[in-house]
């Protein structure tokens, strides 16, 4: 049993500057999977950090935590227009993902704000609350234990006519999202390539969720296409940033000489991704049974 002492020691890590990055954000998926009113209140007082990732990620983990006692925090994170888009994005994407029935005003408000990463993360969001509140069901294979965006695609298709729907604009975002589910829970080759082409999407917001996918499933016939828009220096830091991030997921020799080749990059967010993904590898490549190892490492 870990004691309310312990929790608040590893907080005194996730919130310590003094301490390495990737020290940190161990100390955070700690707090993330102890769970409990501590562990979010440790969580939470990380916004005001100046690392946009590290801000970014507490969003994500108090979305996993699915934890309506996150609701305040995370709608004033949203809210606070001073924060990084991509931080803004994780709030509303993370209250999406709690869909409880009182998010549902807030996520209105903010599916027409000014930053179109922020607006359209609300209106996904939205469409998830609204969706789960309204008691439909379907057969989720998802082999990875997260909270997505949205539910996979009803019903038995094809990779093709999953495709179809993934890479057509003209289907609402939603939609899409929820055939880049069912294509990722196919995990075939075929299912992987076809999720790779996402990334040359007009939406940043869905390039930055393709790539997220493609690290979750960890294949490396994904590497030359998460290589390439790391390597886009006009390419939405968020986008960077997530490729970065699944490149560190999926640990190859490859994956750790590309990101060595930006672990100085120009842009913070990119050079402090890279930092976490080479850690990433570090653990993937380890006998290490989860990222956050160690109560013990946490709270020395």
């Avoid at 907080?11 to 020290?23: I, W, Y």
């Avoid at 001073?82 to 993902?97: I, N």
Wanted: net charge negative; charged share 30%; aromatic share 6%.
């Amino acid at each position: 049993m870990v004691t309310q002492e312990e929790i608040k020691a590893i907080g005194a890590v996730l919130n310590s500057k003094e301490r390495p990055l990737k020290e940190r954000f161990r100390a955070l998926f700690t707090l993330k999977n102890l769970g409990g009113a501590t562990a979010i209140e440790e969580i939470s007082r990380g916004f005001t950090d100046d690392s946009a990732l590290l801000k970014h990620e507490l969003a994500y983990c108090l979305g996993q935590m699915q934890d309506k006692k996150a609701i305040n925090i995370l709608t004033k994170v949203l809210a606070d227009t001073t924060q990084e888009p991509m931080v803004r994005h994780e709030a509303g994407e993370a209250l999406g993902a709690i869909s409880a029935p009182e998010v549902i005003p807030i996520l209105e408000q903010y599916k027409e704000d000014p930053v179109v990463e922020v607006a359209e993360t609300c209106l996904i969001a939205l469409e998830r609350v609204c969706w789960h509140q309204s008691g439909q069901k379907v057969d989720d294979s998802n082999p990875y234990s997260s909270v997505d965006p949205s539910p996979p695609t009803a019903g038995d298709k094809t990779v093709e006519e999953l495709k179809t729907i993934y890479l057509d604009p003209k289907h609402s975002l939603f939609d899409r999202y929820r055939a880049m589910f069912s294509l990722r829970n196919l995990r075939t080759p075929e299912s992987v390539l076809a999720i790779a082409e996402g990334l040359k999407d007009s939406s940043a917001l869905f390039r930055h969720e393709v790539a997220f996918v493609l690290g979750q499933i960890q294949e490396p016939c994904s590497i030359p296409y998460l290589k390439e828009n790391l390597e886009d220096r006009n390419e939405n830091e968020m986008v960077r940033h997530e490729c970065a991030e699944a490149l560190g997921a999926i640990a190859t020799e490859e994956c750790i000489n590309i990101l060595n080749r930006f672990a100085e990059d120009e842009q913070r967010v990119v050079k402090e991704s890279c930092e976490i993904a080479l850690d990433m590898c570090e653990y993937e490549n380890s006998p290490e049974f989860q990222y956050a190892d160690g109560l013990a490492k946490m709270s020395a």
